[in-house]
């Protein structure tokens, strides 16, 4: 079970206090919480006070001993990965580890001004652009993008840039199927796209015949995630490749779920133009509550000349940023990535080598079905099939009609993150369950368990469902009355 | 592999459970001709300790640097307690909070964060955070496109020029026609270029304060001309401090705030990751890209917290979205919450006192061994023209372990010989006397 706080009237005074008051209802004036010296050069004239600021930014004045003690207290009302399971599905929780968070803070890291021309870092980024393009069979790969997202639409221009290079600008719709990530759409949006979704078919994956149906002469390209949403490999990925080539298109890789498949297969092998990773995802950089992530962006050679300026190459003995890229597609940000990020990465790949990640590939896939053929019996699986590193159960004949969201806020009494609920859309009331590598068959068995019993709890006592989570940091919150008494700033009336 | 807790006898378990007989069967589904045949050629794995003497050895490549280059990236005192927190596994391991129960406290620090933000930028509302001001800019034009439904988009030539590239970027294929606004003598966007370029299917003006040559634009001006019109007057930024001394983009009249928040607690890290902010009018707030979090109660009724406004985002509104971002950098925005929280309202006073303070120093001391050619006030860099050649004047500097700012040459007429230099508090005064010395040996 989750930590128990006391009752919020009096912060602090019964067990651990629950509700932290704001920053601002504890700012006292005066406080000061940082420490800055005594100006070393004479005060200077004031500019003139007609582009002065006019009132006070009203930050708060607390202490540093009460900003930590906020802070900490604020920390301890979140879950985390070190708390347990965290099986959000398309999510890949996997364990973050400790020394990659110590390098990427090393001082000539950390401290780098992006003007300075830093060789250690230019040649951590090349190598970093070389290892990723192995990994997935790409020829080249651009480390700007800052998140998935964020390399969908890189790759998306991509995709423009050189259907225009080609004097083929026409070409305006991407095939999106009904099991991809839900930031597609709205990616390939950005670049104008018309987007055609296409359905799954009866086993969950793609249908060349479908997807055959939907080419014509306007065709750029498909938008595949593969695995796909439901945890299933596109097994006629090789033959839709194929289809869209043929019908003058280019197929897009949703890189998100590559850690089911490390060492296994590659996407560059079968058919993939161009991918993005998550090294929020695979490559264990911290989610960061949010993130930052890192969403690089691979291609084959006819779409490297596209890619975004700046690239990392060789320079002699040293490297440099190769601005001189007269076709690429132009900046997706300022800089040359999240390098924090990428040197995380770095790290995580150098550490665990070829037969590393290939093994978390391979148990992250073991796990997913091992939770999978031990819940088959309770839970509705609408695949009935093995599974990749994720599985889909669905609200399906639950008894006592209860809901995924309701099993959902039950699986915080026993201590565990729900897994990732009402995605894909594909299925109605979908429970998507990604365990990862990183836990120990113990820690599966906890959460097997803790559905198991909740089933139970579903037949005998519904409600103590609908009114779950009884035992987490908060009741269940109310997402219709945020909406409705927005209230975005503690200032907003 | 420490990451792997899986015994031989844990796989066995497991395999048994599923009823396969090895790992292989689990992988049926990927068509023997796709598979990948030997193993992927990477570097062999490193231990611990390699690994550590590997990853210091290319960090010390760049090491130990006196800086005073801005130019977009800052480097500011940063409080050590920040890290401390920012390291708490309860926050950095953590998802975006969609399942608010047990996710409160990154939601209140981010509750916390857009308050703080919309009292810095002096606007109603905040999100949660965007990638970094370049493509928060990009994002603000796009809005502005969608909030008034006509295509026209005017850009000061003051603008960082990465922000400018990464605008066109992002507006290629958006229907967005991007008109320059030029630069007056002043260093300052040129306001009768301005209200002559500016018409009735303008859905947008973006005007950068401290402008990319460090010059504070006279932003009220701007405001007026657009008097009237449904025009959205977007303010980016990319020094968040200006705005302890100079006046903010709510006082100056923006529909739209948005910039880069990096100088807020956040390293340098080479360029990222940044901290994206954005910022507007309550009226505007269902235009706005991003997430946002709001406050709301929980079913006992106590006060709580949870991402909202979800209906504008992509993964419910699909390609009808304001946005496609999903991940931002929620980390980089908790440590500016920090920051905000431990420097407070004096301290963001004091500290912007102390950049212009110290800039106005190395400013007029360079005027003895160079021309400043922009009159206009700037906050902690400004432009100069050394006597010697710039690129000399540079490598000097480096050879003495200085960053000494960035080369303008390209960036306009006249300024082929220029450099812009920052200044900031972490720039000591003994450090500033050096940096003159070396020029003046050039």
């Known amino acids: ?493 | 592999m420490r990451y792997i807790p899986h015994t031989s006898e844990d796989v066995a378990r497991l395999l048994s459970a599923i009823g396969v007989k090895n790992i292989d069967e689990l992988f049926a589904a990927i068509p023997q001709n796709l598979r990948f045949a030997g193993e992927l050629d990477l570097p062999a794995p490193l231990d611990e300790q390699a690994l550590t003497r590997r990853l210091s050895g290319l960090a010390e490549q760049g090491c130990c640097r006196a800086t005073f280059a801005g130019g977009g990236a800052y480097r500011h005192y940063i409080p050590a307690a920040i890290d401390h927190l920012l390291q708490r596994s309860e926050f950095y391991t953590a998802y975006t909070p969609y399942q608010p129960e047990i996710s409160q406290g990154t939601l209140q620090a981010i509750f916390e964060f857009q308050t703080m933000i919309a009292r810095l930028l002096s606007m109603e509302v905040a999100n949660a955070s965007m990638y970094d001001g370049a493509s928060a800019v990009a994002e603000a034009a796009l809005m502005a496109r969608r909030a008034n439904r006509c295509d026209k988009v005017l850009v000061s030539a003051g603008l960082h020029p990465q922000a400018l590239t990464t605008l066109r970027t992002y507006t290629k294929w958006m229907d967005v026609q991007l008109v320059s606004v030029p630069l007056a003598a002043d260093g300052r966007t040129d306001l009768a270029q301005l209200a002559a370029l500016l018409d009735d299917k303008t859905a947008g003006v973006i005007v950068q304060s401290p402008n990319y040559l460090g010059v504070i634009e006279n932003a009220k001006a701007v405001k007026e001309l657009l008097a009237g019109k449904k025009t959205l007057f977007i303010q980016s930024f990319t020094e968040a401090l200006a705005f302890g001394l100079y006046a903010p983009p709510g006082e100056t009249g923006a529909d739209i705030a948005c910039g880069d928040g990096q100088s807020l607690g956040i390293p340098l890290s080479f360029g990222g990751p940044h901290l994206g902010l954005f910022a507007t009018t309550k009226k505007l707030v269902r235009q706005m890209p991003g997430r946002v979090c709001g406050q709301t109660i929980d079913a006992a009724g106590d006060r709580a917290y949870c991402l909202t406004l979800s209906t504008r985002e992509q993964h419910i509104r699909r390609e009808k979205a304001t946005s496609n971002i999903c991940t931002n950098h929620a980390l980089c925005a908790l440590a500016a919450c920090v920051y905000m929280a431990l420097i407070g309202k004096q301290g963001l006073r004091d500290v912007a006192q102390a950049n212009y303070a110290k800039a106005e120093y190395l400013k007029a001391r360079l005027a003895e061994v160079g021309t400043l050619p922009f009159a206009g006030p700037t906050f902690n860099e400004f432009v100069w023209i050394p006597q010697a050649p710039a690129d000399k004047v540079l490598a000097a500097l480096d050879a003495e372990g200085i960053l000494g700012g960035l080369p303008l040459a390209g960036f306009a007429a006249g300024l082929d010989n220029a450099v812009l230099t920052c200044v900031t508090e972490a720039n000591t005064r003994e450090e500033i006397d050096r940096y003159v010395e070396i020029v003046r040996s050039v």
């Open chain 1, 1 to 493: 079970m989750l930590k128990l706080y006391g009752p919020c009237d009096t912060p602090g005074s019964t067990g651990i206090a629950f509700c932290e008051p704001t920053l601002f209802e504890r700012s006292t004036p005066g406080r000061v919480g940082c420490s800055l010296g005594a100006l070393d050069v004479p005060a200077p004239a004031q500019p003139p006070a007609e582009l002065r600021r006019a009132a006070d930014a009203a930050w708060p004045e607390v202490s540093e001993v009460e900003a930590m003690r906020h802070f900490v207290r604020l920390s301890q009302y979140n879950y985390n990965i070190e708390d347990g399971l965290y099986p959000l599905g398309s999510c890949t929780m996997k364990y973050n580890p400790k020394i990659n968070e110590d390098l990427c803070r090393l001082s000539g890291f950390a401290n780098a001004h992006p003007a300075d021309e830093h060789q250690g870092l230019l040649q951590l980024i090349y190598e970093l652009q070389r290892d990723l393009a192995e990994i997935a069979g790409m020829d080249a790969v651009t480390c700007q993008p800052a998140a998935g997202a964020h390399g969908e639409l890189t790759g998306m221009l991509l995709i423009r840039a050189y259907h225009e290079a080609r004097g083929e600008n026409h070409r305006n719709k991407v095939l999106i199927p009904d099991t991809a990530h839900g930031t597609n759409p709205a990616s390939a949006a950005i670049c104008n796209y018309q987007v055609v979704p296409v359905a799954s078919n009866e086993q969950g994956i793609l249908d060349p015949a479908a997807v055959a149906a939907a080419c014509d002469e306007n065709l750029a390209g498909i938008m595949i995630t593969n695995p796909n949403t439901l945890g299933l490999f596109e097994s006629n990925i090789e033959q839709v490749a194929k289809i869209v080539h043929e019908h003058g298109g280019l197929v897009y890789y949703d890189g998100a779920n590559l850690n089911a498949i490390m060492g296994i297969t590659r996407p560059g092998d079968f058919g993939a133009d161009v991918l993005h990773y998550n090294l929020h995802k695979t490559f264990s950089t911290p989610h960061g509550g949010g993130g930052p992530g890192a969403g690089p962006v691979g291609v084959k050679k006819h779409l490297a000349p596209f890619l975004p300026a700046p690239i990392v190459v060789r320079d002699g003995d040293g490297y440099k940023l190769d601005q001189d890229r007269p076709q690429s597609i132009g900046r997706m940000r300022a800089w040359y990535g999240n390098v924090g990020v990428l040197i995380r990465a770095y790290a995580y790949i150098r550490e665990m080598g070829a037969a590393g990640l290939r093994q978390a590939s391979e148990m992250a896939v073991l796990n997913a079905n091992y939770i999978r053929a031990a819940l088959q019996d309770l839970y509705h699986l609408p695949y009935p099939v093995p599974c990749m590193h994720e599985v889909v159960f669905t609200e399906k004949d639950l008894p006592n009609e209860i809901a995924t969201m309701d099993v959902a806020k039950r699986l915080m009494d026993y201590g565990f993150h729900p897994p990732t609920v009402y995605f894909p859309l594909v299925v109605k009331g979908a429970l998507m369950i990604e365990p990862t590598e990183t836990f120990e068959p113990e820690a599966l068995d906890g959460f097997i368990n803790a559905l198991r019993k909740i089933h139970a709890e579903a037949q005998a006592d519904p409600d103590l469902l609908h009114h779950a989570p009884h035992h987490a940091f908060a009741k269940r919150v109310d997402e219709v009355y945020a909406a409705r008494n927005l209230k975005l700033t503690a200032d907003m009336e």
